[in-house]
C-alpha cells in the first residue's frame, strides 16, 4: 500500500548509518545522490531554501534530456558543496521523508557525500582549519593576539591578504574575540544558594554548556543568560571543560572526529545531570546536536539518550518554567518593536517559538518574526566563493527587519544576528549591534 504525500505528523528521521561500508562505498553513494536528486527535480518545493537546489535544478534544465539522467555524475558535488546543513528541507519542506516509501532525507545524504568528500580528502585546507574551533579559538583568545586578531579583521589590506592565503572574503563578518575566554574568568558556581524549585521537567537548576562562541566571542550573551537564570532562582554551573559541540566538522564530514569531541564532552553532560542539574546552550546549532544530530549518529548510546533527555534550548527552558508558574513576569523595562530572526538550526527542533512566546510575555512589546534563512550558515558566509551568495540569502531577512522599524533586533544565532547587520551596513544603513534574544530579556528585567 503506497504511502500518501505528506501529513501533519512531525518528520521520522532516520539514524544515520555511517559506520557501515555502503556508506563510503563511491557506487552506492552516486546511486542514491541520483535516486534522491530525480525525486527533488520533480518535486522543486525546496527552491527557496539554500543554493542546493537551484544548482541541482540548473544542471537538470541544461542538460540534454532535461532530466537527473542527463547531468554529469561529476557535477553532485556541486550540489553537495551549497547544503551548509540547515536541516530545513528535511524538517519544514520535504513530504518524502519516512514513514513515506520514497525514504528522502536530503541532508543526510549531503551529510553521506561530504563525509566521502573528506575521506577521499577532496576538502580544502581552510576547511579543515577554520572548522578546528577549539585550538584555532583558545589560540586566538589570549592576552596581546585576541588584539592583533581583531585589529586585523578591520584592516581592509589584512583582509585582503587573508584572501589571497585563506579564501576568506575580505568583506565577510569575523567575530569579535576577547583576550581571556570566559570560561578562565568565571565562577564555576553561580547563584548556588539560590531556592531552586524543580518542575515536571525541569529540576530548575542549569549547567550552562558555554560553547565556542560564548566562551570567545559572544561573552556578554552567556553572562545576560546567567543574570536571567539567576533572577529566576535558577542556580548556575558553567560547564568550564567541556569541548566543541562538533557541528562544524559534521558540515565538513568529519564525522570521526564528531565521535572523539562527543566522547570527550559525555563525561562532563553526564556529571553535571548526575549532579541535578539540566543542561543548556545558547547557541541553537550546539543544542541541536545534541538533541538531534548525536542521536541520530549513535542511537544505541544510552548515554546519548540520557543527555539529549536533559539538554535543553535557553527559551524551551524558559517558557516550561513559566508554564509550571516558576518564571518571573516582573519586567521592568519594555522592548518596543522587536525583529527577531528564528535561527534555522532552533526551527528544525521542532519545539515551536519558544523565543518569540517569552518576549510577548514583556508588556508594551512588539515582536516580528522572521524564519527565514539569515545567509551566514557556519562557514559559508565568510568563505570566498559563498559570500556573495550568503548575502542574496540574507536580503529577505533584511527586508523584514527594516519593514518592522524595529528598535532592536536580533536573532538566536550570533552568527545570524551578526550576518544581518553586516548586510544592512552594506547597504549603507546605520545600524546598531544585533542582540541575543536572552540579553533583551535581561534588559526587561533591568538586572
Keep these: 500500500?503506497?504511502?500518501?504525500?505528506?501529513?501533519?505528523?512531525?518528520?521520522?528521521?532516520?539514524?544515520?548509518?555511517?559506520?557501515?561500508?555502503?556508506?563510503?562505498?563511491?557506487?552506492?553513494?552516486?546511486?542514491?545522490?541520483?535516486?534522491?536528486?530525480?525525486?527533488?527535480?520533480?518535486?522543486?518545493?525546496?527552491v527557496s531554501l539554500c543554493d542546493s537546489f537551484p544548482t541541482l535544478f540548473d544542471l537538470v534544465d541544461e542538460s540534454e534530456t532535461l532530466e537527473v539522467d542527463g547531468v554529469d555524475k561529476d557535477d553532485y558535488m556541486k550540489v553537495v558543496d551549497q547544503c551548509f546543513l540547515c536541516d530545513l528541507c528535511a524538517e519544514?519542506?520535504?513530504?518524502?521523508?519516512?514513514p513515506h516509501e520514497w525514504a528522502v532525507d536530503f541532508p543526510h545524504l549531503m551529510l553521506r557525500a561530504k563525509a566521502y568528500k573528506f575521506k577521499n580528502q577532496d576538502t580544502r585546507w581552510r576547511d579543515r582549519l577554520i572548522t578546528s574551533t577549539d585550538p584555532i579559538f583558545d589560540a586566538l583568545s589570549t592576552p596581546g593576539v585576541a588584539q592583533l586578531a581583531n585589529a586585523a579583521s578591520g584592516s581592509k589590506?589584512?583582509?585582503?591578504?587573508?584572501?589571497?592565503?585563506?579564501?576568506?572574503?575580505?568583506?565577510?563578518?569575523?567575530?569579535?574575540?576577547?583576550?581571556?575566554?570566559?570560561?578562565?574568568?568565571?565562577?564555576?558556581?553561580?547563584?548556588?544558594?539560590?531556592?531552586?524549585?524543580?518542575?515536571?521537567?525541569?529540576?530548575?537548576?542549569?549547567?550552562?554548556?558555554?560553547?565556542?562562541y560564548g566562551d570567545h566571542n559572544e561573552q556578554q550573551m552567556v553572562e545576560d543568560l546567567i543574570a536571567v537564570l539567576n533572577h529566576n532562582d535558577i542556580p548556575v554551573r558553567i560547564l568550564k571543560d567541556a569541548k566543541c559541540c562538533g557541528m562544524p566538522k559534521l558540515e565538513l564530514g568529519d564525522l570521526k572526529k564528531v565521535e572523539q569531541l562527543k566522547d570527550a564532552n559525555l563525561p562532563v553532560f553526564l556529571q553535571a545531570i548526575e549532579d541535578g542539574y539540566d543542561i543548556m546552550a545558547p547557541i541553537p546549532s550546539c543544542v541541536l546536536m545534541y538533541k538531534q544530530e548525536l542521536p541520530l549518529m549513535f542511537p544505541e548510546d544510552e548515554q546519548v539518550a540520557k543527555v539529549k533527555a536533559g539538554f535543553f534550548d535557553p527559551f524551551e527552558y524558559l517558557m516550561l518554567r513559566h508554564k509550571a508558574g516558576l518564571v518571573k513576569t516582573d519586567f521592568a523595562n519594555s522592548l518596543g518593536k522587536v525583529a527577531y530572526h528564528v535561527a534555522c538550526h532552533q526551527r528544525v527542533q521542532n519545539f515551536g517559538m519558544k523565543t518569540r512566546d517569552f518576549l510577548k510575555l514583556i508588556p508594551n512589546t512588539e515582536i516580528t518574526a522572521i524564519e527565514r534563512c539569515s545567509g551566514h550558515d557556519g562557514t559559508y558566509a565568510i568563505r570566498s566563493e559563498t559570500y556573495e551568495k550568503a548575502m542574496k540569502i540574507a536580503r529577505p531577512v533584511v527586508t523584514r527587519v527594516k519593514q518592522a522599524e524595529a528598535d532592536t533586533f536580533g536573532s538566536d544565532c550570533p552568527m545570524a544576528g551578526r550576518m544581518i547587520a553586516h548586510s544592512m551596513e552594506q547597504e549603507g544603513l546605520d545600524v546598531n549591534k544585533a542582540e541575543h534574544p536572552i540579553t533583551m530579556v535581561r534588559k526587561a528585567y533591568g538586572v
Excluded at 518528520?11 to 552516486?30: G, Q, T
Excluded at 592565503?165 to 581571556?180: K, N, R
Excluded at 547563584?191 to 524549585?197: E, I, T, V
Design 1 to 46: 500500500m503506497a504511502v500518501r504525500e505528506g501529513s501533519l505528523e512531525a518528520p521520522a528521521r532516520e539514524p544515520l548509518d555511517w559506520k557501515s561500508e555502503a556508506f563510503s562505498n563511491k557506487d552506492s553513494l552516486y546511486s542514491e545522490l541520483e535516486r534522491v536528486f530525480d525525486i527533488c527535480h520533480g518535486c522543486r518545493r525546496c
Design 92 to 98: 519544514t519542506k520535504c513530504p518524502y521523508l519516512p
Design 157 to 212: 589590506p589584512l583582509r585582503k591578504l587573508m584572501e589571497g592565503v585563506m579564501e576568506i572574503h575580505p568583506d565577510a563578518p569575523i567575530p569579535h574575540f576577547h583576550a581571556t575566554a570566559l570560561t578562565k574568568k568565571t565562577d564555576k558556581e553561580i547563584g548556588r544558594a539560590l531556592p531552586a524549585k524543580a518542575s515536571d521537567r525541569t529540576t530548575g537548576k542549569v549547567a550552562i554548556y558555554v560553547t565556542c
